[in-house]
T-cell receptor, first 114, second 109 residues
Framework: EPEVTQTPSHQVTQMGQEVILRCVPI?????FYWYRQILGQKVEFLVS????????KSEIFDDQFSVERPDGSNFTLKIRSTKLEDSAMYFC????????????FGEGSWLTVV | DAKTTQPNSMESNEEEPVHLPCNHS???????IHWYRQLPSQGPEYVIH???SNVNNRMASLAIAEDRKSSTLILHRATLRDAAVYYC??????????FGTGTRLTIIP
């Protein structure tokens, strides 16, 4: 069964450093997402991406965050200058359509900012 | 307010049916209701989704209230592997899926 893959599975970074989280969505999907989950809390939407541009973003997704699809397969989330409160599990997801279609999630990248 | 509400936790005996409720009174007429589950240290796993009619798949059934303000995920015969946090989610008129706080399901052997 096709799956969303994410790297790294775990990253520890110092506060103020830049971090790039990588994702390979399911190959025929057109919509891509990043969600995050702070330890013990619910899954929160960050951003959606379609047709090479951001289609929706949350208030969490401020100027420190950016997303990119640098080639036909990868989808990345960059945090420019990490803060302690950015420590969380970051999930990439993809779907073939919006709304009524299933969103498939990756296993997540656990980011620890120290 | 665009959100789903679920009980924090539920318990069920192994091999018995489980009914997990969710309220989503503010969804729009075109919003699908989605259910995901999450095992520790894993990503959310799709379980089922539906719009108006009740839905069945190999994992579960979804019963949607006639007014669509609530739904119930039904696991017909719970096993120990079904222990997880179950999330109800909906689009609420947007592209994003808004997740609830989830129900932690414990299965008692």
């Amino acid at each position: 069964e096709p799956e969303v893959t994410q790297t790294p599975s775990h990253q520890v970074t110092q506060m103020g450093q830049e971090v790039i989280l990588r994702c390979v969505p399911i190959s025929n999907h057109l919509y891509f997402y990043w969600y995050r989950q702070i330890l013990g809390q619910k899954v929160e939407f960050l951003v959606s991406f379609y047709n090479n541009e951001i289609s929706e973003k949350s208030e969490i997704f401020d100027d420190q965050f950016s997303v990119e699809r640098p080639d036909g397969s990868n989808f990345t989330l960059k945090i420019r200058s990490t803060k302690l409160e950015d420590s969380a599990m970051y999930f990439c997801a993809s779907s073939s359509e919006v709304r009524g279609n299933t969103i498939y999630f990756g296993e997540g990248s656990w980011l620890t900012v120290v | 307010d665009a959100k789903t509400t679920q009980p924090n936790s539920m318990e069920s005996n192994e091999e018995e049916p489980v009914h997990l409720p969710c309220n989503h009174s503010t969804i729009s007429g075109t919003d699908y209701i989605h259910w995901y589950r999450q095992l520790p240290s894993q990503g959310p796993e799709y379980v089922i989704h539906g719009l108006t009619s009740n839905v069945n798949n190999r994992m579960a059934s979804l019963a949607i209230a006639e007014d669509r303000k609530s739904s119930t995920l039904i696991l017909h015969r719970a096993t120990l592997r079904d222990a997880a946090v179950y999330y109800c989610a909906a689009n609420f008129g947007n592209e994003k899926l808004t997740f609830g706080t989830g129900t932690r399901l414990t299965i008692i052997p």
